[in-house]
């Protein structure tokens, strides 16, 4: 059995976990990157684009940033909390953000399709619904991610509990940014 | 007085003899070697811009009519090179990093005094570190 560490390696000057997850977010950033250029390339192509503040309700998105930005504040001050109970003081806040931000989402889905705004509408509907669904479904991993180290910290180690909280932490500034870049992109532009 | 020292310490620390004991015939100091690699490197990325001709022979919008098509792949190329070029360099910079650390410690040997560092614990009092069974 491999053993787990979370020393900081000397040849690499980060812990195993840090490590491994930059290696996550890089194929993350690959996955969104390929998905932005597909969207330069159709609006760039497209004889008409609308403006995402026309098509869009512009208040859910802005709802959304907050509870984002609280939800990663939340994650981030997680990072420097004596496991267990300041752990799960933090996580549960944040998981509860994140379901907060799927409930608003699935509520401006719900306004959109009444409105017969779905993906087969435009070309610019569908990017919109594969970035944000995408983006969603990153929300909902970090939820269960989020409720699985709360479920953990009181069986392992502390320190095991704190490398796996400084992973989310850096996966969920990732996940804000993502939003941050699809807020310009498809609500503000 | 000092000068001169000096000067004779240069000269016996660079002199052929010392070289070869420190980096045997036919093999290349490892500052050498590295900077070989970048100038092949940099040779290799600058080619292209001696032959515009097969640089232009982009099998997607070569010879196309210039519209709003061909305006969107070149954005849509651009947008994706860009990002690639920033994960690779993010990945190159973590192996010159870990290159220069694994040297670094090659060199330096162990010191049994020091408090290993702990990483996830080092912002956390009384936190025990150690290796941790799964």
Redesign the interface.
């Known amino acids: ?1 491999i ?6 390696r ?6 195993n ?2 490590l491994g997850i ?1 290696l996550f977010l ?1 194929s993350e ?2 996955l969104f ?2 998905l ?3 969207y ?8 008409a684009w609308p403006s995402g503040r026309d098509v869009l309700d512009l208040r859910f998105a802005l709802a959304n940033t907050v509870v984002l930005l609280a939800l990663g504040w939340f994650v981030w001050r997680a ?2 909390a ?2 267990p109970a300041g752990t799960r003081r933090r996580l549960w806040p944040a998981a509860a953000l994140g379901l907060a931000f799927l409930v608003v989402k699935s509520l401006e889905y719900r306004g959109e399709i009444t409105a017969g705004l779905v993906p087969a509408t435009s070309t610019f509907l569908a990017t919109y619904f594969v970035l944000t669904g995408l983006h969603a479904l990153h929300v909902a991993a970090g939820i269960v991610a989020n409720l699985w180290v709360v479920a953990g910290a009181g069986r ?5 509990t ?2 796996r909280t ?1 992973a989310l932490s850096l996966y969920w500034m990732f996940v804000d940014v993502v939003w941050i870049v699809m807020l310009v992109l498809l609500y503000l532009s | 007085m000092t000068r001169l020292t000096n000067l004779t310490s240069l000269t016996r620390a660079t002199s052929p003899a010392r070289c070869a004991s420190v980096h045997p015939v036919g093999e290349r100091p490892p500052a050498r070697r590295r900077r070989t690699a970048v100038r092949i490197a940099a040779l290799a990325v600058a080619l292209p811009a001696f032959v515009p001709a097969a640089a232009f022979a982009c099998p997607i919008c070569f010879q196309a009519e210039e519209n ?2 061909t ?3 070149q ?3 651009v ?2 090179v860009a ?2 070029a ?2 690779l360099a ?2 190159a910079t ?1 192996l010159v ?2 290159l220069r ?2 040297a670094a ?1 090659d060199e330096v040997p162990p010191d049994t005094n020091r408090a ?9 009092a009384g ?8």
């Open positions: 059995m053993p787990y560490t979370v020393e900081r000397a040849d690499t000057g980060v812990t976990v840090t930059w890089a950033v690959m990157g390929a932005f250029s597909a330069a390339l159709l609006r760039t192509a497209a004889p990072r420097t004596a496991p392992v180690p502390p320190a095991m704190l490398g400084a | 709003a098509v305006d969107g792949v954005v849509a190329v947008v994706l990002i690639t920033a994960v993010g990945c973590f990093r870990f650390r694994s410690l290993p560092r702990t990483g996830a614990l080092d912002h956390v936190a025990a570190p150690g290796p941790v069974p799964r």
